[in-house]
């Protein structure tokens, strides 16, 4: 499985970015998407995920409100737009996908995903 994230860069507080994530290679029918970021000297977190199989999202109540995970069926790509950024949600922002849990909610544990892209650097000046 290939994942290409696109999209970050550079933005004042308040403003809005969308990431996409380009998926390919999968060897299964049904897959599990996931958004995580990780900022300087600080573990992986998760953010949101996306499930084929329903086509369900799920989002971690940090991320409620702020962030929103999507796909476009058309395009085979799955975004994740954020809005109201702060200083904080400064990160390398990173798309993951599995396959042995889609028979579940999509997870948002780094720990559950094998395939990752190289991630987008997401910068947020204040």
């Known amino acids: 499985v290939q994942l290409v994230e696109s999209g970050g860069g550079l933005v004042q507080t308040g403003g809005s970015l969308r990431l996409s994530c380009a998926a390919s290679?999968?060897?299964?029918?049904?897959?599990?998407i996931g958004w995580f970021r990780q900022a300087p000297g600080k573990e992986r977190e998760g953010i949101g995920c996306?499930?084929?199989?329903?086509?369900?999202?799920y989002h971690r109540d940090f991320a409620r409100g702020r962030f929103t995970v999507s796909r476009d069926q058309a395009k085979n790509l799955v975004y994740l737009q954020m809005t109201n950024l702060e200083p904080a949600d400064t990160a390398v922002y990173y798309c993951?996908?599995?396959?042995?849990?889609?028979?579940?909610?999509?997870?948002?544990?780094?720990?559950?995903?094998?395939?990752w892209g190289r991630g987008t650097q997401v910068t947020v000046s204040s």
């Open positions: 993951a996908a599995e396959n042995k849990y889609i028979d579940y909610a999509c997870l948002t544990g780094p720990q559950f995903y094998d395939s």
């Open positions: 290679g999968f060897t299964s029918e049904h897959y599990n």
């Open positions: 996306f499930t084929s199989k329903d086509g369900r999202t």
